[in-house]
């Protein structure tokens, strides 16, 4: 049994879509769990789409994502180059060989009877004008240096058919589809034709892309047939959709790779939840390292149905690989993030991550959960009233109170030992401990929501600085009453 070779061939346009990413993830995925070789190709035939440093966006991706391909243009495995305008005088010569086998023919039809073909939608089918041409007069166009293209010479008659991994058995008319360019008049092959001798003579075996080529794939087919080559197998996936009526398209600027990761998304997390859209591993756990997914892939577990990316679950998945870090690890990746906070510098980012990696689910959450530290002053005091707990503005400027002036006595400024004097002062006072807790928490931060409890913050603050803080909002209670 030949060793399976997968490859990913992009485009050099810009930055990674995440359907682009899935495409690669299960090829290298497939190709990983079956012992063989994943290939990297560059697509770059279509100059005027073409971004300019691109390429280096392509190689930075995979890296970020863990995928590393076994051969590329900086891995030469022997079926190189690796970049498409590299084997440009390539394509010519296997055209003229299909010719020859009678796969494709020359045609010098001019736009004017190009567009004469169009029916009233502006849709046009080539209607073979060309085929009849004989030799001779193919020729004497030729060194007359007339424009042509080639043309793919697919059967009038019958249907095309071939077995997909993914959706089985697939059969098209062949009236269905036209004799699609392969050569352009500028020499360069369309994306159809170089992507059919680029993967046989990189001995590709199995071609895994998205499920827009599932009906186009008979043209394929009849290529490799027309050549005596061997056809692949092919595993064509269904789109990831934005909602339930629109594909997620980099065209409307839907978020790629390296906007996931701006807004502080872990990269293995982002893998790890690509691979589950369209794909359902047997277990039940959904946190899988790439050790793991390769472990499990398994074709039989793709969905012919479309589906649906869900930020929110990214995000779940995402903080579940948060929790896991070691405070080094999360310190090392929330460092830039540290740094555009109000705190930048100005605290221990190891205490600071240990509040919180089990309180952020994106790393870009921690500006806003810790400029509080830097950034206090007049606030909304009815934040104090909490029904459920019975706590109103009153009982909390009380409550407060108690608590400055028996806080101003503790020495070991540690959240255990703070804590403690919370707990004795409750009892003491006949309160929850609620009741005297969450307005500190509210008094020492003027926010609703922070990275760890009243103690937490008191420790983190200092004695000084809380002591103040506790002045300033008495003070804005008795105001405010």
């Known amino acids: 049994m030949a060793k399976v070779r997968t490859r990913f061939a992009p485009s050099p346009t810009g930055f990674m879509h995440i359907g682009n990413l899935r495409t690669c993830l299960y090829a290298y995925l497939f190709a990983k769990k079956n012992d063989g070789a994943f290939v990297l190709r560059i697509e770059d035939t279509d100059r005027e789409r073409y971004v300019e440093g691109a390429v280096d966006v392509i190689y930075s991706t995979l890296a970020k994502a863990g995928i590393t391909h076994d051969e590329g243009p900086d891995k030469d495995g022997g079926y190189g180059p690796y970049i498409q305008s590299q084997r440009k005088s390539l394509y010519l010569d296997y055209a003229k060989e299909l010719v020859e086998k009678g796969g494709a023919y020359y045609c010098f039809c001019d736009k004017e009877r190009l567009d004469s073909l169009k029916d009233g939608n502006g849709v046009a089918k080539y209607d073979k004008h060309c085929l009849s041409l004989s030799k001779e007069e193919v020729q004497r166009r030729i060194d007359a240096k007339q424009p042509y293209v080639?043309?793919?010479?697919?059967?009038?008659?019958?249907?095309?058919?071939?077995?997909?991994?993914?959706?089985?058995?697939?059969?098209?008319?062949?009236?269905?589809?036209?004799?699609?360019?392969?050569?352009?008049?500028?020499?360069?092959?369309?994306?159809?034709?170089?992507?059919?001798?680029?993967?046989?003579?990189?001995?590709?075996?199995?071609?895994?892309?998205?499920?827009?080529?599932?009906?186009?794939?008979?043209?394929?087919?009849?290529?490799?047939?027309?050549?005596?080559?061997?056809?692949?197998?092919?595993?064509?996936?269904?789109?990831?959709?934005?909602?339930?009526?629109?594909?997620?398209?980099?065209?409307?600027?839907?978020?790629?790779?390296?906007?996931?990761?701006?807004?502080?998304?872990?990269?293995?997390?982002?893998?790890?939840?690509?691979?589950?859209?369209?794909?359902?591993?047997?277990?039940?756990?959904?946190?899988?390292?790439?050790?793991?997914?390769?472990?499990?892939?398994?074709?039989?577990?793709?969905?012919?149905?479309?589906s649906i990316f869900d930020e929110a679950k990214m995000r779940w998945l995402n903080g579940e690989y948060i929790k896991q870090m070691s405070v080094e690890d999360f310190v090392k990746a929330a460092t830039p993030y540290f740094e555009e906070s109000k705190a930048a510098g100005k605290y221990d980012y190891s205490e600071l991550a240990k509040l919180l990696i089990p309180r952020v689910e994106i790393l870009s959450e921690i500006p806003d959960k810790i400029n509080f530290l830097e950034e206090f002053g007049e606030y909304d005091v009815t934040m104090f009233e909490h029904k459920k707990m019975k706590i109103t503005k009153e009982i909390a400027l009380a409550n407060l109170k108690t608590v400055r002036q028996d806080f101003a006595e503790e020495e070991d400024w540690s959240d255990t030992a703070l804590k403690a004097r919370g707990m004795a002062l409750a009892e003491k006072t006949g309160c929850k401990s609620g009741q005297i807790f969450l307005p500190l928490r509210l008094a020492l931060t003027g926010v609703a929501t922070t990275p760890g409890g009243a103690t937490e913050m008191a420790q983190l603050l200092g004695k000084q600085e809380s002591l103040r803080r506790l002045d300033f909002s008495i003070d804005l209670l008795e105001r405010n009453i």
């Not at 360019?181 to 680029?198: C, E, H, Q, R």
């Not at 071609?207 to 599932?214: D, K, M, P």
């Not at 009906?215 to 490799?224: D, G, H």
């Not at 934005?242 to 872990?266: H, M, P, T, V």
Request: net charge negative; charged share 25%.
């Open 150 to 306: 080639i043309r793919q010479n697919i059967p009038s008659d019958g249907a095309s058919e071939y077995d997909d991994m993914v959706f089985g058995h697939i059969s098209v008319p062949n009236e269905d589809m036209e004799d699609g360019v392969l050569i352009k008049s500028d020499g360069m092959p369309t994306y159809n034709f170089a992507n059919v001798v680029d993967d046989h003579l990189m001995a590709i075996n199995y071609v895994i892309r998205g499920v827009e080529y599932l009906s186009s794939t008979p043209k394929y087919n009849l290529m490799y047939d027309a050549f005596g080559w061997e056809r692949p197998h092919y595993m064509h996936l269904s789109p990831i959709m934005k909602d339930a009526q629109r594909k997620l398209s980099k065209r409307y600027g839907d978020a790629n790779f390296e906007d996931f990761l701006a807004k502080g998304y872990l990269p293995e997390a982002i893998v790890n939840y690509i691979a589950l859209l369209g794909w359902s591993p047997k277990g039940n756990e959904e946190k899988l390292s790439m050790n793991q997914l390769v472990e499990q892939f398994d074709v039989d577990g793709i969905s012919k149905s479309p």
